[in-house]
């Protein structure tokens, strides 16, 4: 099959710079479409080119790739790379994505909840509803699930957020699901030390 007039134009603008055109290009050859063969490597190889001059399609087309393995190999930490530049660019989902990736520790990278909430919030103030949630469900205390705590965490794990001393008390010592656990298996998981005895105390939110 012979490529389209229309893909023919569009490899035309694409030899002349056009970074939409090297995205449109790639989505065509993902999909086997107006006339050219389907072939995720060079679509990769064409999306690759148009993200790095900014083209955010292109940049989400790619994470898509990366986190599929499909045309190139699976890598998370790369698709978040893309993630993060269309995020950069002003693109709401992406932000919200990134933001979700960084506030979980998940999709190949580190947990940091100041970057995560960061992009969350960037995400917020373009009507992302979905990064409204989370960050309600990042400010619930887990004890009663009182919404919007943001002043104590445990500063063992850094990873659970309470109202108050008492609420922290309770999840601690929970009859069925006690803190004291988790806290721990995290720790051990980070390489970190300390006594699963002793006690965690509040901090300040702002430092995590």
Request: some cysteine; hydrophobic content about 35%.
């Amino acid at each position: 099959m012979a490529p389209s007039e229309r893909a023919k134009q569009m490899r035309r603008d694409a030899e002349g710079g056009s970074a939409a055109a090297q995205a449109s290009l790639g989505i065509w050859h993902l999909q086997g479409a107006e006339g050219l063969e389907q072939d995720h490597e060079k679509a990769v190889a064409m999306f690759r080119t148009a993200a790095y001059l900014g083209d955010v399609v292109a940049q989400l087309c790619l994470t898509d790739s990366y986190r599929r393995g499909r045309g190139v190999e699976q890598n998370d930490a790369l698709a978040v790379e893309f993630w993060r530049k269309a995020a950069d660019q002003g693109h709401m989902v992406a932000q919200f994505l990134v933001g979700k990736a960084y506030t979980r520790g998940a999709v190949g990278v580190k947990k940091d909840l100041p970057l995560g909430k960061r992009y969350l919030e960037l995400s917020v103030a373009q009507g992302g509803e979905e990064a409204v949630e989370l960050l309600k469900e990042l400010r619930k205390c887990v004890a009663c699930c009182k919404l919007d705590v943001h002043h104590m965490v445990c500063t063992r794990c850094h990873n659970r957020r309470y109202c108050d001393k008492t609420c922290l008390l309770r999840h601690w010592n929970h009859p069925t699901d006690p803190h004291t656990l988790s806290c721990v298996k995290r720790r051990e998981a980070a390489g970190a030390g300390g006594s699963s005895s002793e006690l965690a105390g509040p901090s300040p939110d702002s430092n995590n």
